[in-house]
């Protein structure tokens, strides 16, 4: 089992920053990929951005060039650098962890994000 804790979630203006951390604990070794996911009131659970095992990432289109997701493999953390944020952008976030053998597909509690115009 892995656990995941967010933090960093908060109320902040259109335009402004906010960091989300994620620090995971448990059985972590391999992991495959590492995730932020958002879901808005009333829509489906949505990919923001995701860092593979190799460093690799990937971004939804809508927080292309706004969102960065970085890891410290030290203290097991997982980071999402949202900048230039906007209303669209209010969500509840929830970091996932997933590892193929043995599988893992583990979830945290979710933070919520709320932009204000």
């Known amino acids: 089992q892995v656990q995941l804790v967010e933090s960093g979630g908060g109320l902040v203006q259109a335009g402004g920053s906010l960091r989300l951390s994620c620090a995971a604990s448990?059985?972590?070794?391999?992991?495959?990929?590492m995730a932020w996911y958002r879901q808005a009131p009333g829509k489906q659970r949505e990919l923001v951005a995701r860092?593979?095992?190799?460093?690799?990432?990937n971004y939804a289109d809508s927080v292309k060039g706004r969102f960065t997701i970085s890891r410290d493999n030290a203290k097991n953390t997982v980071s999402l650098q949202m900048n230039s944020l906007k209303p669209e952008d209010t969500a509840v976030y929830y970091c996932?962890?997933?590892?193929?053998?043995?599988?893992?597909?583990?979830w945290g509690q979710g933070t919520q994000v709320t932009v204000s115009s």
């Open positions: 448990g059985s972590i070794f391999s992991i495959n990929y």
């Open positions: 996932n962890a997933v590892r193929s053998l043995p599988y893992v597909n583990s």
């Open positions: 860092i593979f095992s190799g460093g690799s990432t």
